[in-house]
T-cell receptor
């Protein structure tokens, strides 16, 4: 069966520090991968998605970036975090665009 | 653009009460509709889905019917349990697009 792993589960970072969140999927090949952010009291905002290695589409311009160095690995990064980057970050995968997305347990990021 | 509107929470019910969480949408074409559930501190889990008009999605006692005429996908359960306490998200995906549009979520609290 397929599983998705995100880490770390929680992270506290100072403003201006770099960020790297990692997501890996097991049990499937060539998944579509997604990064979402869930701000407190709000819905989910799609940040990036990827349909293949090295292919990244950005939905919202910001100081975050994403990379997909391997088929089942999706990384969310920032060179300098802002206070507004605080939130709950969720990684998701799907077999194809028309199939449901399956989510990881998320990373709670707090910026001080 | 696409949008999903959910009733605002929190919704507080006694155990064994009937649950309805309203969801209406705006979309081009014929979207697929989803309900996701998020338990405290976790990621989202797909609860049920419907891909065409008049389809009824059901899972774990929850059900929702795709109503094209009213552009609605209300979530219902006949008898809620304390373990159903969570945040529920209504979502849609238009056509073959990657982006899933989520509502802001409705928090449900079930008290014994």
């Amino acid at each position: 069966s397929q599983t998705i792993h995100q880490w770390p589960a929680t992270l506290v970072q100072p403003v201006g520090s770099p960020l790297s969140l990692e997501c890996t999927v097991e049990g499937t090949s060539n998944p579509n991968l997604y990064w979402y952010r869930q701000a407190a009291g709000r819905g989910l905002q799609l940040l990036f998605y990827s349909v293949g290695i090295g292919q990244i589409s950005s939905e919202v311009p910001q100081n975050l970036s994403a990379s997909r160095p391997q088929d089942r690995q999706f990384i969310l990064s920032s060179k300098k975090l802002l206070l507004s980057d605080s939130g709950f970050y969720l990684c998701a995968w799907s077999v194809a665009a028309e199939q449901p997305q399956h989510f990881g347990d998320g990373t709670r990021l707090s910026i001080l | 653009g696409d949008s999903v509107t959910q009733m605002e929470g929190p919704v507080t019910l006694s155990e064994e009460a009937f649950l309805t969480i309203n969801c209406t949408y705006t979309a081009t074409g014929y979207p697929s509709l989803f309900w996701y559930v998020q338990y405290p501190g976790e990621g989202l889990q797909l609860l049920l889905k419907a891909t065409k008009a008049d389809d009824k999605g059901s899972n774990k006692g929850f059900e929702a019917t795709y109503r094209k005429e009213t552009t609605s996908f209300h979530l219902e359960k006949g008898s809620v349990q304390v373990s159903d306490s969570a945040v529920y998200f209504c979502a849609l995906r238009s056509g073959g697009y990657q982006k899933v549009t989520f509502g802001t979520g409705t928090k449900l609290q079930v008290i014994p």
